[in-house]
Each structure stands twice: as C-alpha cells, then as structure tokens.
C-alpha cells in the first residue's frame, strides 16, 4: 500500500468556455501540450456519446436493449475522426461538431466539447483504452492521446 507521501499529486482545473467553441478549446489544448513533458497529465472528461432524453435506465440491471444504431454510427465516426487528427492535423479537431449523427448524440455539446482539449495537447496517435456502451445510447470509450 502507497504511503501519504509515495505519490505527489497536484491538480488544476480548467473549465470550459461557455461558448463551447472547439477553436479556443483546440488552442487550449496546443497550449497545454508542453506540460507532458514535465511529467504532467492533462485530462478530460466526458462521454462519447449520450441523449439523455433517449437514454434507458431500467432500475438496477441497466438496458438489455441492444445499443441505438446513431449511437454506434457516431462512435464508429468519432473514433475515425480522432485517428486522423494526428499532432500534424490537429485543426482538424475543430470540425468536430459537424460528425454526422452528432445533434443526436450529443444535444448539447458540454460534454462532447472537453474531449477537444486533452485531444489537442496529446502528442500521440489516439488509442482507445475501454470501450463498453450502456442503457442504449451511454459510451464509456476511454482514450489516450
């Protein structure tokens, strides 16, 4: 077991922009970039894919409902979108908003609007680390970048 004093942790927290505009949240992220070298991680949260409004919750056992064809389609365009933003193509992810099923998706973007900034600083080719889908519609995909 890990002492109080084996691990240094510190962190910052940056919000979004009420705007939600993927340009300064990319330009965020450009500006984050050089504190991985410092051994910092700069992360965000959210979900891939989600409607709220068309999520099914059953009480304790979750949807055995398989998931909803815009949700897989638009995790499987997320997912190609993220691959070709490369560090050399990184203005790409500014078009992030305009994915085919993405209204569905996300219907209102604070959730789909953090992936930008930690997509933006990463250095690496994305690689999803989990992938699980719950209540119809609800993506858990984790990446690194």
């Known amino acids: 077991m890990l002492g ?18 993927a340009d300064l949240h990319v330009k965020m992220g450009e ?9 910092i991680l ?3 949260s959210g979900a891939a894919t989600h409607n709220l409004r068309e999520i099914e919750f059953l009480h304790s056992g979750g949807s055995t409902s398989p998931p909803d064809s815009w949700a897989t389609g638009f995790l499987k365009e997320f997912e190609g979108f993220l691959a070709k933003c490369t560090p050399n193509h990184i203005q790409q992810l500014t078009k992030l908003y305009q994915l085919p099923y993405r209204d ?5 973007l604070e959730h789909l609007c953090p992936v930008l900034i930690p997509a933006a ?19 858990m995909a984790t990446y690194t970048f």
Do not use: W
């Open 4 to 21: 109080p004093h084996s691990l240094l942790c510190s962190q910052m927290q940056k919000f979004l922009l009420f705007t939600y505009d």
């Open 31 to 39: 500006a984050l970039s050089p504190l991985q070298y410092k051994n």
């Open 42 to 44: 700069v992360m965000g």
């Open 104 to 108: 569905r998706a996300h219907p209102t």
């Open 121 to 139: 600083a990463g250095k690496e080719a994305p690689t999803r680390i989990h992938n699980a889908m719950m209540f119809k519609n609800l993506s």
